[in-house]
């Protein structure tokens, strides 16, 4: 298992395991005194949700500081860029004055953020952000009464676990408590052995991605007008591969950078190559590690406005049957099928139909390439490896390879192809990432 080490302090980590996302949700918004509104049930949930915290935060006890860190990372991070995260941690800590920069340092240091200290906070990879909420975590153990953590296990790799040992380690030697809160399995570090032998049952997909001078520059487009940003540049590679393809890399290598390049959500220059489909309509598409973003806080039925009568219909039909396959890989203990309304989506629906729903409808256009990327944010082990299979079962009849981003070994039984992302920062950038780096592809299988 992924999990704390032991040492003089391992008991003053508490690591309590939940089914879904939604329990696990509602146990951590209580351990932090309900500060977090729901993102799962429409905006106006969201704003009623805001609108009652902000009135009882009037009367807040000022004295209950706790520090924690979010399922996503990202939404307990404001300001610019890392450096200003951990400035504004410090001032709230009670840091002051030429303390102020050594304390930065040190915790960037610590958490191995000395390249990212001036990265635009909103080009940080997954792995890297939850490094940024636990260095700032870090620093707010100078003045917190306790930590709430979850799910870090979903974000960190392997080769950074120790980092959290770390930040349980500060509070632990200030007396004070953390709770780790995950979901089932999610620190679990081998093969899964739900998967072991479905790849053979699947059809054969094969597929090619080919680059040519590709490269990106990571800034805001407001930071490009006033900076001169990091350049990233992908060597040419081309490489034929077979579906299910699994990209591993450890946090910040520049997986989702990449999977962004292929699915145009990240504009870079270069040619790009996937399938044997250079332009058209037909292109590759992916799930987001954080899908209740990429839900952009719609309803289930709004995310089909902009499809056509035939197209929404087919992405409901796709959904019954991904829900029904999922179902069937979950020993039917999933339920969706019965929670759908009529001739749409589900009312109400759960993290796990979330992402059965954003899968069904990109399966439902002209799709080259279908990108998981870190399936597992937001499942437990069970429902993660049924869900993959789902999409992989549906994709494949189909004839749509899929890769897999992770780094994570739990999806190696699977694939049948392997990439690894290698990251190179440039020569002479010192302490920091303004000169840019290299992502270079591998194939290991």
Known sequence: MFAIAPGPHREAASVTYYPTFEAREDAFNVSVGRLVPSRLAGPER???????????RLDADPTARVAFITSNPRDCLAFATPRQVLTAACLRAGISGSAIAAAVEETATTFCLQANRDQPLRTLSGGESVKLAMAKAAIAGENSCRLSVASPFSWLSAGNAGLLDELVERYASRRLPVSVLALAEEDAMDPDPIIGDAAAAFPSVSFAIRLETVSLRLATAVAMATTDPARVDFPDAAFSLRS???LMGDNGQGKSLLAKLLTGAMAGQGRIVVGGAASGRCRPRMIFQDVVAQTLSRSADGMLDGLNSADRMAAVARY??????????LDGCMGSTANLAAGGMPPTPSLLEIKLQLAAQRLTGDTSLMILDEPDWGLSRRAAAAFVLAVVDMAHAMGIPVLIISHKPWWTPLALSRLTVVKDMAAGDGADNRDGFTVRLVKEL
């Open 320 to 329: 019954r049957e991904l829900a029904g396959i999922c179902g069937a890989y």
């Open 46 to 56: 969201f704003w009623a949700d805001f609108s009652e915290i902000s009135r009882r």
């Open 244 to 246: 299910p393809c699994l």
